[in-house]
């Protein structure tokens, strides 16, 4: 059993920053990519950003230059970094972990951001 736990989500005000952290537990080996999704309401779970174990990171465009995906492969953790944020911004953010061939997901913590 593989278990992934977000943390950090909050409210901030538009321009401020958040930073969030996920940890990976349970029977890895080792994990290949880790990632981050968000979805807000009415709307499709999308792709954040993403990291390889190499610390190989790619953005969504609209992310890019604001937000800075990171990790710690002896902690089994990575870390969103999400300055400059907008309104839009806002969404339940989800963290995945890929172990062999399957991605276990996380239960998503909230990112509220008043304008």
């Known amino acids: 059993q593989v278990q992934v736990v977000e943390s950090g989500g909050g409210l901030v005000q538009a321009g401020g920053s958040l930073r969030l952290s996920c940890a990976a537990s349970g029977s890895i080996f080792s994990i290949n990519t880790m990632g981050w999704y968000r979805q807000a309401p009415g709307e499709q779970r999308e792709l954040v950003a993403m990291?390889?174990?190499?610390?190989?990171?790619n953005y969504a465009d609209s992310v890019k230059g604001r937000f800075t995906i990171s990790r710690d492969n002896a902690k089994n953790t990575v870390y969103l970094q999400m300055n400059s944020l907008k309104p839009e911004d806002t969404a339940v953010y989800y963290c995945n972990a890929k172990v062999l061939f399957t991605i276990h997901w996380g239960q998503g913590t909230q990112v509220t951001v008043s304008s």
């Open positions: 990291i390889t174990s190499g610390g190989i990171a």
